[in-house]
């Protein structure tokens, strides 16, 4: 759903419904926080979904992705009343890129007058792969990429000058060596977190991951994860085990639909090495100590994901066969910490730092 406020006052709400289309407009109270009516259709097409509303020189724009994620085009209607009726004009496609999609864009304007237009890209394992478009306006319509074949209907280009100029190159925050009372924000718990199984004021410099019920990987709620990036990526994270209790497993993953991961697994008060494949667990051998190291590297254009262990930061080795992610779960590829027990309620994981390099 998108929200948009009128010039005067009057607030609206764009939607569509699961499953796609057809596109509906409510009246919506001024502070967001109710529909004041049942809603209009306004338009109707092919897997119609995710408007978004924009208003300029008296014409109402609605947005719209259609033709479905990987195989879609962008459709923009405008009309001068935001109940329509609507004219048409498709204005960004595939066309002869390998672009696919394009889908679910958003205008954007810049304070100096310049335009440019977000979408994204289905991408397989990766998830859904954010772009940015040079945009214009031609005859009060916006005019979106380059018109590679001359049909009247702009394509995704692979570079352009940016709107506004970088000073600094931003990378987002993937490191963490848990120094901080909080978390940091490039992690997302993939359940509805329970708030007193992790802690990082309990060990200062650790994240710690108290086990909760789990039969296996996928189904644990006390795993946090973080997306992918780029094409080459290797993630390495010290696991201290030393508070595992019997049942538990805790570890590294990297899951796309897939859950897979390494790490320690305690059965009748040994410690073991142990791989998990989406649900089928091998024990890899039994180890002494209380600390190791966990790998995974990841080739994103090759779709290819390996799980490696070490005892010194130094030697690694490769644990298990490769394997390949796939898209699931409304995700990309992500990767991650977990802990969890399939006897009860119990037992420690300690992180003392991750590190992900990516290229």
């Known amino acids: 759903p998108c929200p948009f406020w009128d010039e005067d006052g009057q607030a609206y709400l764009g939607r569509s419904r699961h499953g796609a289309g057809p596109i509906i407009i409510h009246k919506m109270s001024a502070d967001g926080t109710r529909l004041l009516d049942e ?13 978004k509303i924009f208003k300029k020189d008296g014409y109402y724009y609605l947005s719209i992705p259609e033709g479905g994620v990987g195989t879609g085009w962008q459709t923009i209607l405008r009309s001068k009343n935001i109940y329509g009726p609507y004219e048409k004009k498709v204005v960004l ?58 049909n009247g209907i702009g394509e995704p280009v692979y570079v352009c000058q940016k709107p506004i100029e970088s000073k600094t190159i931003f990378a987002p925050q993937t490191d963490d060596d848990f120094s901080t009372p909080n978390l940091s924000l490039q992690w997302q718990f993939n359940h509805n977190p329970v708030n007193t199984h992790w802690s990082l004021n309990e060990r200062r410099g650790w994240l710690a991951l108290k086990a909760l019920k789990a039969a296996t990987l996928r189904e644990s709620r006390n795993m946090l994860t973080q997306k992918c990036m780029g094409y080459l990526s290797t993630a390495t994270v010290l696991l201290d085990f030393s508070a595992l209790a019997d049942g538990q497993r805790g570890g590294l993953f990297c899951t796309g639909s897939l859950y897979n991961g390494i790490g320690i697994s305690r059965e ?20 002494s100590g209380k600390k190791i190291y966990l790998r995974v590297m990841l080739d994103a254009k090759k779709n290819r994901c390996q799980l490696f262990y070490s ?49």
Request: net charge negative; hydrophobic share 35%; charged share 20%.
């Open 311 to 359: 005892f010194d930061n130094r030697n690694f080795i490769l644990c298990g066969d490769a394997y390949s992610l796939k898209f699931g779960d409304w995700k990309g590829a992500r990767v991650g910490l977990y802990s969890y027990n399939t006897l009860g309620i119990g037992g420690k994981c300690y992180f003392d730092w991750f590190n992900y390099d990516f290229n």
């Open 39 to 51: 809603g209009m259709t306004v338009y109707t097409g092919p897997v119609a979904e995710g408007t």
């Open 93 to 150: 496609e595939q066309g002869s890129t390998t672009i696919n999609g394009p889908h679910q864009g958003a205008i954007v304007d810049t304070p100096d007058g310049q335009w440019a237009f977000f979408h994204f890209q289905h991408h397989h394992a990766l998830g859904r792969v954010v772009h940015l478009q040079p945009m214009h306006w031609e005859n009060d319509w916006p005019v979106i990429g380059v018109d590679f074949d001359r």
């Open 268 to 287: 009748e008060g040994k410690n073991y090495l142990y791989l998990e494949k989406n649900g089928d667990v091998q024990q890899v051998k039994m180890v």
